[in-house]
C-alpha cells in the first residue's frame, strides 16, 4: 500500500506534466496562429463560437491528444474550458481524480454539449434584442431550466417596476413527438416569440423530419434541427425571421445585435448610413406596417419626416 509522501510525489508528478503539456498546446496554438495569420483566414472559437481575428485573442489548442482546434482566452482561462466542444465531456476531474464516464446515449451526450455552447453563447454575446413584433430595448435573459429535454432560456425586456418575457428559446430531443412540442407552445402567450431547436445525432434525423422541418411555417415560432454531430442546421430558408435567429443557433455563425444587422442592409447617402422600412419589412420577411412600427422604437435610429426611411445615428 503506497504510503501518503508516494500519493502526494505522484500527485505533484502528475501536475508537473499536465504543466508542461498545457504550455506545449499553447506553443502549437501560436505556431498555427501564425499560419492563419499569414493566410489572412478568419476563425472561430472551438469552445464557444466566438468570431475571432486577432491573435491576442487566442489561448491555446484542445488540450486532447490530438485535437488540432483552437480556444479562445476567455476559454482558455477557466480550465474546465480548454477542450472544444467535441472533447469537452471526455475531460470530467475532480480533485485530482476523473470519475468514471457517465453511460449516457450518444444522441444525449452531444445535445448536453450542444446545450452547453448555448449558455456560453448567451454569457458571451448580448442577449438577442429583437422579435419579429417590437426591437427590444433593455433585454436581459436567464437560464429557467438547464435539464435534458427541458433546456430553456427566455429573453425578457427590462422594465421599471418588472420585466417581461419576449423570446423563449428552447432545446428539445427529436427523440420527443415533434408535433406535440410545438403544440404545446402555440397555446401559449402570441407576444412571446419562441426558437425551438430538436436535437439528433446524424442517425437519428430521418427524412421525413428534415422535410417537417424545412417546410414548417408559422410567424410565431422559428423551428430549427440540429444535428449536433456533423454541426449541421436546418430550417424554412424561406423563413427571414428564422434565418435571422439562425447565427445563434448555429455553431459556424456569429450573433448579431438588431443595431448591426440594419447596419448590414443600410444605404449610405451624404455620408449618413440609412435604413428604409420596406428594405428592412422586405429583408425580414415583416409587413411593411410593422416593419416601420418596429424601426419607430430604436432609439439609434432618427426618423425623416415625410419618408418611411431612418438615418442610423453613429
Keep these: 500500500m503506497a504510503t501518503k509522501d508516494e500519493i502526494r510525489d505522484e500527485i505533484e508528478l502528475a501536475r508537473k506534466h499536465l504543466e508542461e503539456d ?6 502549437e496554438a501560436e505556431e498555427r496562429l501564425d499560419e492563419l495569420l499569414s493566410k489572412k483566414k478568419m476563425e472561430f472559437c472551438s469552445r464557444c463560437g466566438r468570431k475571432i481575428d486577432s491573435r491576442m485573442d487566442w489561448g491555446g489548442k484542445c488540450l486532447h491528444e490530438g485535437c488540432e482546434e483552437l480556444v479562445c482566452h476567455e476559454c482558455w482561462a477557466s480550465e474546465e474550458r480548454r477542450f472544444c ?23 444525449k451526450r452531444l445535445t448536453l454539449s450542444y446545450m452547453d455552447f448555448l449558455r456560453d453563447r ?16 433593455k433585454p436581459v435573459f436567464q437560464i429557467k431550466n438547464r435539464n435534458y429535454g427541458k433546456f430553456r432560456i427566455v429573453v425578457y425586456r427590462k ?45 437519428s434525423i430521418d427524412i421525413k423530419t428534415k422535410d417537417f ?30 434565418e435571422k435567429y439562425s447565427s445563434w443557433v448555429d455553431p459556424s455563425k456569429v450573433p448579431m445585435k438588431f443595431r448591426d444587422m440594419l447596419a448590414e442592409i443600410a444605404e449610405s447617402m451624404s455620408g449618413r448610413k440609412i ?17 416601420l412600427k418596429i424601426l419607430s422604437e430604436c432609439d439609434f435610429l432618427e426618423g425623416i419626416s415625410g419618408t418611411d426611411c431612418f438615418i442610423l445615428r453613429e
Excluded: C
Design 122 to 137: 448567451f454569457e458571451k454575446f448580448e442577449s438577442m434584442d429583437w422579435t419579429p413584433e417590437e426591437f427590444i430595448k
Design 85 to 107: 466542444r467535441k472533447h469537452l465531456k471526455e475531460y470530467v476531474r475532480k480533485e485530482g481524480k476523473e470519475e468514471p464516464e457517465v453511460k449516457e446515449s450518444r444522441m
Design 213 to 242: 422541418v424545412e417546410k414548417f411555417s408559422d410567424k410565431r415560432i422559428s423551428l430549427f434541427l440540429g444535428d449536433v454531430e456533423m454541426n449541421q442546421v436546418y430550417f424554412n430558408l424561406k423563413e427571414k425571421v428564422t
Design 159 to 203: 422594465g421599471w417596476i418588472r420585466k417581461r418575457p419576449k423570446i423563449e428559446f428552447l432545446v428539445r430531443p427529436i427523440e420527443e413527438n415533434i408535433e406535440g412540442v410545438i403544440n404545446e407552445f402555440l397555446e401559449r402567450e402570441k407576444k412571446v416569440h419562441i426558437i425551438i431547436v430538436l436535437t439528433g445525432d446524424t442517425p
Design 22 to 27: 498545457v504550455h506545449k498546446r499553447e506553443l
Design 275 to 291: 435604413v428604409s422600412a420596406k428594405r428592412f419589412s422586405t429583408e425580414f420577411g415583416l409587413e411593411n406596417v410593422t416593419g
